[in-house]
């Protein structure tokens, strides 16, 4: 499975866009971006995937580069209750997930 | 999205007994279930792939008899800790997936085992 790399932790001013990276570079053509999050004591919750073509939902947008090799998931407005660890994943069809360190994201009033 | 739950959510329990944890996919059909542990400040960790039917596939290092893992339905499958020590005393969560291998993970809470 390729490998991510994300910053350890991020800073973001509530009400602003948090802009969180990861770096896949070894990416394969079959093999998805998935982003999870992870609020405290809880199981982590499904946010975003894409295969080559930006996303957007309710929760937040995701910008995959054209070669592939980084995206970005930007939480538009972010809230208080945003502050958590977010993984970005990347899995070939059908694979498991295998989690890394992830980003732990705080939102400062 | 989809629901999973997990029960219970919180155990203590002596060491030298056994301990199950059930995961439910509560409103769709999950054929494939996995479970994963966490220590504190840590990522998760997958331990088994569990195939509804079929016996469970473990990564490598996780005893397969230590951690038992049924998955009897297509809403239900089950993690018994055997012969529980204080270094099992981990957070538990298990994800399900709906359909077939395109289908995202969704995951339970989370169950908080303490081993004395």
């Known amino acids: 499975d390729a490998k991510t790399t994300q910053p350890p932790s991020m800073d973001c001013a509530e009400g602003r866009a948090a802009n969180l990276p990861c770096n896949h570079s070894t990416i394969s053509g079959n093999e998805y971006v998935y982003w999870y999050r992870q609020i405290h004591s809880q199981g982590p919750q499904y946010i975003i995937h894409?295969?080559?073509n930006n996303e957007t939902n309710e929760m937040a947008s995701l910008i995959i580069t054209e070669d592939r090799k980084s995206s970005t998931l930007i939480l538009p407005h972010a809230t208080l209750r945003d502050t958590a660890v977010y993984y970005c994943?990347?899995?070939?069809?059908?694979?498991?997930?295998?989690f890394g360190t992830g980003t732990s994201l705080t939102v400062i009033p | 999205g989809a629901v999973v739950s997990q029960h219970p959510s919180r155990v203590i329990c002596k060491s030298g007994t056994s301990v199950k944890i059930e995961c439910r996919s509560l409103?769709?059909?999950?054929?494939?279930m996995f479970w994963y542990r966490q220590f504190p400040k840590k990522s998760l960790m997958l331990m088994a792939t569990s195939n509804e039917g079929s016996k469970a596939t473990y990564e490598q290092g996780v005893e397969k008899d230590k951690f038992l893992i049924n998955h009897a339905s297509l809403t239900l499958s089950t993690l018994t800790v055997t012969s529980a020590h204080p270094e099992d005393s981990s957070f538990y969560i298990c994800?399900?997936?709906?359909?077939?291998?395109?289908?995202?993970?969704?995951f339970g809470p989370g169950t908080r085992l303490l081993v004395l």
């Open positions: 409103d769709f059909q999950a054929t494939t």
């Open positions: 894409g295969l080559k």
């Open positions: 994800s399900a997936r709906e359909g077939d291998s395109h289908s995202t993970q969704y």
């Open positions: 994943i990347v899995r070939p069809t059908g694979n498991q997930f295998y």
